[in-house]
């Protein structure tokens, strides 16, 4: 079966306290009520950034220009107990968008600090790959959940040379 390919985009700010990344309590459909990355699935003719662009309008009313998006690597999401739900996910930074973030019908967005991200309300993969991207590495990572689709059964992680 074909991954969905989907599309993560998280927007990092600094202030006097430290570093910030935005993420957000998805409010509908897969994941609900988890914390997640700003994002979802590239449609039929549309780039990766294209979807990027679009769905950080659509989720959060923020917009952010392609030119603007840094590649920070892919991670795949094996289900084994439900393939239906693989995805390939490219995954992108930004440190610039015009517009304050607003609450969507799908997801209500927070600033979290990068230390002290919320791992405990978030897919249990997040804290295997989301730090390393955030602090600068390009990493490609294979996450393969447990059979309650879940948990995490294994990882790998390479090093993301942004051509696959």
Known sequence: MTAAHVTLCF??????????VLLGTK?????????VGVGGHVEAGETAIEAACREVMEEIHVVVDAA?????????????????WNMATTVF?????????????EIAPGWYPVEQLPVERMWADAEHWLPAMISGRRIAVRVE????NQNVAGVQTREWTGVE
Do not use: C
């Open 11 to 20: 927007l990092l700010r600094d202030d006097a306290e430290g570093q910030y």
């Open 27 to 35: 409010k509908t459909g897969f994941g609900s009520g988890k914390v």
């Open 68 to 84: 603007d998006l840094v590649p920070a690597g892919t991670v795949d999401f094996i289900f084994p107990a439900r393939p239906e």
């Open 93 to 105: 930074l930004t440190r610039h968008w015009e517009g304050e973030p607003s609450e969507s019908d």
């Open 145 to 148: 959940l447990a059979p309650d």
